[in-house]
C-alpha cells in the first residue's frame, strides 16, 4: 500500500517548531517542509491511523492526491471526479474547504469551487444534496471533510477525510478553513489578551454562557474577565492585584486576592479560565490539580514558553489531556505569541 500523502499548514513563523513536534510525535513519517508554513509527511498505514494532537498545526490535510486541469473547468472537474470517487459509499454530510497555498491565487480556488458546485449539481446531485453549506460551523454526526488546496494554477491537492479519520483526528482538525480562526477587534476591553479567549470559544463552538460559574486565574488587568461577564457569567477573579475599576463594580464579578497556584473553588465550576504568566511545569501542574480534582467542568489555559527550548513541554500537555479530558484541543492560536492555549472539557 503507498504511503499516505499528509499536508500539515501553519503560521509561518511556526514552521520549525511544527517540524520539530512531527518529529518527536511521528518519527518515523518522511517528513519535508515544501514552503513556511507547510510540511508534508509520507505516512506509513499504522502512522495515518494514529491517534495523535499537534500544537503548532492549523491545519492538517489527511490523504492528498493531486488534481490538474488547464483551465478554472478543467480543474474543477477533475476535482469533481475524484471527489465523487472519494465519497461514493459516504451516505452522511460533507462540507468543503477550497483555499490557495502559497503564490496560488485565492481568486482562482474559489472560482473553482464555484465551477465545481455546478459540476456537482451536474453529475453529482446526490453529493451536491448532502453538502454542509456551513463550512465552518460545528460538525455534524457522520460528516466528512473534503479540502481543495490551489498550489499552482493548473494544479491542486484534494483531501477527503471520511467521519473514521476525522474521529483519529479529532484533536487536530480544524472545522475553519486553513485552521484560521479571526476574532474581531474590540477596544473595550482592558487588554487585547480577551482575543485569545474569544477564540478559543469559536473553536470549541461552545461560548461561555449566561449564569454559568467562571474562575478567571491570574486576572488582572481583566480581559478573560471582561469577555466572561459580556457573556452574563458570574466570575471569581482571582490575582494579587485588582482589575479595572469597571470590572470591579460589576455585581457579577468577586475579586479574590490570592496565589493564583493555591486556591481553589469550594465546588465545581462551570469554566476555569487562565491566562497566567508562569513557567510551563506550574501551569501543567495547576491544570493537573484542576481537572484530577473535578474543579472545573470546561477550561482554556494558555501555557507560555520561555523560549523554544520549553517547546518540549507540548508533549506533556498532550499527555495530560489524553489523561484527563473527555475532549479537548490543543493549540497555538491565532491570538497567540510564543504560548499555546489548551481547552476541553473534563
Known sequence: MPPELRVHLCKP???????????RTLPDAKHRVVAPGRIDAELEDSDSRAELALAFAA????????????SVNALATSAGEMLAQALANHEG??????????EASPGRARLIAEALDGWLQKKQR?????????????WRAGEALVQLALEQSSQGLLSVALPETRTVLRHVLSTFVEGKCPVPRDPKPPSRAYQKLLEAERRLHRPIGQGESVVDLGASPGGWTFVALQRGARVTAVDRSPLRDDLMQNPRLQFVKADAFTW????????LICDLIAFPERTLELLEDWLANARCRRFVVTMKFRGSEDYLRVDAMKALLTR???AFQLRALDANKNEVTAMGER
Do not use: I, K, S, Y
Open 264 to 271: 481553589h473553588p469550594a465546588a465545581e465550576v462551570d469554566w
Open 126 to 138: 446526490r453529493l451536491r444534496r448532502t453538502r454542509n453549506p456551513d463550512a465552518e460551523g460545528p
Open 324 to 326: 484527563r479530558a473527555r
Open 59 to 70: 491545519q492538517v490535510m489527511p490523504g492528498c492526491a493531486h488534481f490538474e486541469g488547464g
Open 93 to 102: 454530510p460533507w462540507r468543503l474547504h477550497a483555499f490557495a497555498l502559497a
Open 13 to 23: 513563523e511556526r514552521t520549525d517548531a511544527l517540524a520539530d513536534e512531527l518529529h
